[in-house]
């Protein structure tokens, strides 16, 4: 169902999965993350109208009526995904199992946090002891042995931290911030490796980032913040290019 885009077809049966199921809460998480990356489509799609609008011609009025029909619609939807997955993290908290499913589920959210501008709650969920990457990193979990899955891991951590720099309220705290991601940054260099096939993959992550931060700003809808969160990536990169040696 969520392949074919019927997603409110497929949340029916979500909901109608016993709450004692253990199958209940990765359900959740795969609903709400095609709900995330459809809320994501919309507002890229809502920005479009947007530009089309204010340059004018013959289909600008009716394109504002239909800005002002989505928009409370998206903000329902993001509410939904946010809703969803964060009680499957809960209910695969509340298991007491974690297992492979989990940290998908959990970047998926973390990640969902930065986009909705609470990168301070995907630091938060990213450090828990029981479901968060970071320590499941930090002792080697086999949960979250895949290299691929590792690498994301370090990927949405940056990406939280650089999100999260305008949001400390002093130096102190932003200085802090500046430093685990230079940690992070350095881990992932060790853990990448020395080959030149490593290198550009390490590279591809970077740029990932990027694009990542690239979108977060296309979805902020005040000028100021879009401002702030210029100023905490421009801070970020001021520190990758004070350390890298690779030119692109």
């Given amino acids: 169902l969520i392949r074919q885009g019927?997603?409110?077809?497929?949340r029916e049966y979500v909901e109608n999965i016993p709450p004692t199921s253990?199958?209940?809460?990765?359900?959740?998480?795969?609903?709400?993350?095609a709900l995330w990356q459809d809320y994501r489509a919309s507002k890229r799609e809502l920005r479009q109208w947007e530009q089309a609008a204010r340059d004018g011609g013959a289909e600008a009025a009716e394109l504002k009526a239909k800005i002002a029909a989505r928009g409370p619609e998206l903000d329902r939807l993001q509410q939904t995904a946010l809703e969803i997955l964060e009680a499957g993290v809960e209910r695969m908290k509340g298991t007491g199992a974690v297992d492979a499913t989990v940290p998908r589920a959990v970047l998926a959210l973390a990640q969902i946090?930065?986009?909705?501008?609470?990168?301070?709650?995907?630091?938060?969920?990213?450090?828990?002891?029981?479901?968060?990457?970071?320590?499941?990193?930090?002792?080697?979990?086999?949960?979250?042995?895949?290299?691929?899955?590792?690498?994301?891991?370090?990927?949405v951590a940056l990406n939280a931290m650089?999100?999260?720099?305008?949001?400390?309220?002093?130096?102190?705290?932003?200085?802090?911030?500046?430093?685990?991601?230079?940690?992070?940054?350095?881990?992932?260099?060790?853990h990448v490796g020395d080959s030149p096939e490593s290198q550009k993959r390490l590279v591809d992550i970077f740029v990932s980032l990027a694009h990542g931060l690239e979108t977060q700003l296309d979805l902020l809808d005040?000028?100021?913040?879009?401002?702030?969160?210029?100023?905490?990536?421009?801070?970020?990169?001021?520190?990758?290019?004070?350390?890298?040696?690779?030119l692109r």
């Fill in 222 to 246: 005040k000028p100021a913040d879009r401002r702030v969160l210029s100023d905490g990536f421009r801070t970020f990169l001021e520190q990758v290019r004070g350390e890298a040696e690779d």
């Fill in 113 to 155: 946090y930065v986009d909705s501008d609470k990168a301070l709650q995907a630091i938060a969920l990213l450090d828990d002891e029981q479901v968060g990457v970071l320590p499941m990193l930090a002792r080697n979990d086999t949960v979250i042995a895949e290299r691929v899955l590792q690498e994301e891991a370090y990927r």
């Fill in 162 to 190: 650089v999100s999260a720099l305008p949001k400390v309220e002093n130096t102190q705290q932003r200085t802090a911030l500046l430093e685990r991601s230079q940690q992070l940054m350095q881990t992932l260099r060790d």
């Fill in 6 to 10: 019927r997603l409110d077809k497929a």
């Fill in 22 to 33: 253990s199958e209940r809460g990765s359900a959740e998480m795969r609903i709400g993350g």
